[in-house]
């Protein structure tokens, strides 16, 4: 009996680090909200937040914990960042912003490596070196800023570093982004190596896709301030897509505001599917937890623990989300696309775009026909081309074959869902879907399952079958519905070709051939600094450049005010 309590608090006292041996490590991810208050008040109970997380006894086994983007401070209290060369602990010289000092002190006192995304500044005047390589020139302010990731490690030291590349709109006015890409990874005392970036990052080539293809990094950390779009990049549908395409580990922590479309956050084992997810109706603070197999060559992959799949039950009314606000993906317009009659029960379609081609078999059975529900209308869809975006923000090259949710016949009511005002019925499941395409072999390629359903939730693998064929000059893709599905929004391959054509952001300074910095006080409209609003040093030519024309233009457009962080 005493030693049973003797275990019992041994059990309870000591904590279980994983070792370099062991098969899996103990990972989690936190959604948080972003908190109301003024800036200083906003980063303080922010970092008050995290550290109740780091504090609770959730987190007593954990090896490794990502926070999401944007959420813990601001530009009033960015902070330096030490060179993770110098493995500098701000536990012990807190020489930095206190949310800082603190969350490495709690990092240190709990054991953990801790990933933060923050606001960064760093000087860069002629005394500083002129900071670091970005495209923009040193502001006359001698600060310049970055959206960051800092890795703290177990002894809360800074041990990696990742500027941010792909910003998402208004951002460009605010962070700098560096001309050589940062390509960020660490090692840890659990024999894992974590490659890491941020956001909008993820659909393009650089650095993401270099971490995988060419420093073989197989365990992701990703922080997030998502807004999801339909029907093909809400947030746990693209991390869960992303990691199964790579086959690679992905720990993916997003900021929680649904009715602001962000939210979602997981743990994805590649194509072994998700190991913990979750998207919110209500901004949430929530820690998901795994153990996440390792990967390691040569050795025979970690069995999970088989999860015991419900069985179908054919439902005319499915629980579904309706709170999580969304944008609509405008690329579908161009699409070749073929609407399926409201009962259909039986399809059998070839659908191209120009050369390419997409070869559907769809079925359903009915569930029952309610007068008084709406219901979801189907497209089938095939595109191959350069005149798409992502989010209306980048230039995309993408190949797509895919099924969708529209409200009615119209193309332009796909991309929503009905309100939370609106019944809807499933008056037919789906039995089987099969979808195949071939896609050209390129070196910047990514083709991914991209799945969801009523919840914002994409379909577990188990659910369908993904097969890839090599022929000599493109893969074959087919995706199968393996098991029958009441209520689908997508369901389809959705492949990024990663191009190459820029996008300028209508900003001078990211405008690859302007990249002569520019000596701060001289004034040239065609070549403008960037100034951001709340900037107290007036801009040089205010009343001409572009950015500051969009800022006022944005301030007169309060969604707008929502995207400029
Ligand atoms: C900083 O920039 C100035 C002006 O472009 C240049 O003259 C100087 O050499 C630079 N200093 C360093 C250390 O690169
Ligand atoms: C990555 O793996 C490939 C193939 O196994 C190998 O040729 C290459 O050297 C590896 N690269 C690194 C940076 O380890
Ligand atoms: C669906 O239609 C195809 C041909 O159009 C046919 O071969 C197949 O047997 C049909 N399947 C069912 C379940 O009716
Ligand atoms: C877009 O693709 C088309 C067709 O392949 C090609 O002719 C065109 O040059 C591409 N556009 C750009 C800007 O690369
Ligand atoms: C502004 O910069 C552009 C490109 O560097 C140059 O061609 C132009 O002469 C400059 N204009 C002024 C007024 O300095």
Not at 193 to 201: M, N, R, S
Not at 222 to 237: C, D, G, K, R
Not at 389 to 406: G, K, M, P
Request: hydrophobic fraction near 35%; charge should be negative; proline fraction near 5%.
């Amino acid at each position: 009996m005493l030693l049973l309590v003797y275990i019992l608090i041994l059990i309870r006292v000591t904590k279980q680090l994983s070792l370099p041996s062991d098969p899996t490590y103990f990972a989690g991810v936190v959604e948080f909200p972003n908190l109301e208050g003024s800036d200083r008040q906003h980063t303080a109970l922010a970092s008050e937040g995290y550290r109740a997380i780091l504090e609770s006894d959730q987190t007593n086994d954990l090896d490794i914990i990502v926070f999401p983007e944007y959420v813990l401070n601001n530009r009033e209290t960015a902070t330096f960042v030490p060179d993770p060369n110098d493995r500098m602990s701000p536990c012990i010289s807190p020489d930095y912003e206190m949310f800082l000092v603190e969350l490495s002190c709690a990092a240190r006192s709990r054991k953990i490596y801790v990933v933060l995304n923050l606001k960064e500044k760093e000087l860069c005047g002629p005394a500083y070196g002129n900071g670091s390589n970005t495209y923009n020139a040193c502001p006359e302010t001698g600060v310049r800023y970055f959206n960051t990731n800092v890795v703290l490690d177990r002894e809360g030291r800074i041990i990696s570093r990742y500027r941010k590349t792909h910003l998402w709109r208004h951002e460009y006015y605010k962070n700098e982004v560096l001309k050589q890409t940062d390509i960020s990874y660490f090692d840890t005392d659990f024999g894992v190596t974590f490659g890491h970036f941020i956001c909008f990052d993820m659909l393009f080539y650089e650095p993401a896709m270099q971490l995988v293809h060419e420093k073989n990094i197989t365990d992701i950390i990703y922080p997030t301030y998502w807004f999801s779009e339909l029907p093909f990049l809400t947030a746990v549908q693209l991390q869960e897509g992303w990691a199964f395409a790579n086959n690679v580990n992905l720990l993916a922590a997003d900021g929680s505001d649904p009715s602001g479309k962000t939210t979602g956050s997981g743990i994805y084992a590649g194509r072994a599917g998700r190991l913990a997810a979750g998207i919110f109706e209500e901004p949430t603070t929530r820690l998901i937890t795994a153990r996440v197999p390792k990967r390691r060559p040569g050795q025979p992959a970690y069995e999970l623990p088989t999860v015991v799949q419900p069985i179908f039950q054919p439902q005319l009314i499915s629980q579904r989300s309706t709170k999580l606000a969304t944008f609509r993906d405008y690329n579908v317009d161009i699409f070749s696309s073929e609407l399926l009659d409201i009962d259909f029960m039986n399809v059998s379609k070839t659908i191209c775009h120009h050369d390419f081609c997409c070869d559907f078999n769809v079925q359903r059975n009915v569930i029952g026909f309610s007068s008084d529900h709406a219901a979801y209308r189907y497209r089938l869809a095939a595109y191959w081309g350069n005149e798409t975006t992502f989010i209306r923000v980048d230039r995309s090259e993408q190949a797509v074959c895919a099924l969708f949710a529209c409200l009615d016949k119209e193309l332009y009511s796909c991309g929503y869902t009905f309100p939370s005002t609106r019944q809807v019925a499933n008056q037919l499941y789906f039995n089987s879907i099969k979808i195949r395409g071939s896609f050209a072999t390129a070196s910047r390629r990514l083709i991914m399952p991209s799945t969801l359903d009523g919840m914002m939730m994409p379909l577990s693998v188990a659910q369908y079958k993904w097969t890839e064929t090599e022929l000599s000059r493109e893969t074959r893709v087919e995706l199968e519905l393996i098991q029958p599905k009441n209520d689908l929004l997508t369901f389809g391959i959705w492949a990024n070709y990663f191009t190459k054509i820029p996008t300028l952001h209508n900003l001078d300074h990211m405008q690859p051939y302007r990249n002569q910095p520019q000596s701060s006080g001289t004034s040239n409209t065609s070549n403008a600094n960037i100034n951001d609003g709340s900037n107290t040093t007036p801009s040089v030519n205010n009343s001409t450049s572009t950015a500051s024309a969009i800022t006022s233009l944005c301030s007169l457009m309060a969604f707008c005010l929502m995207l400029q962080f």
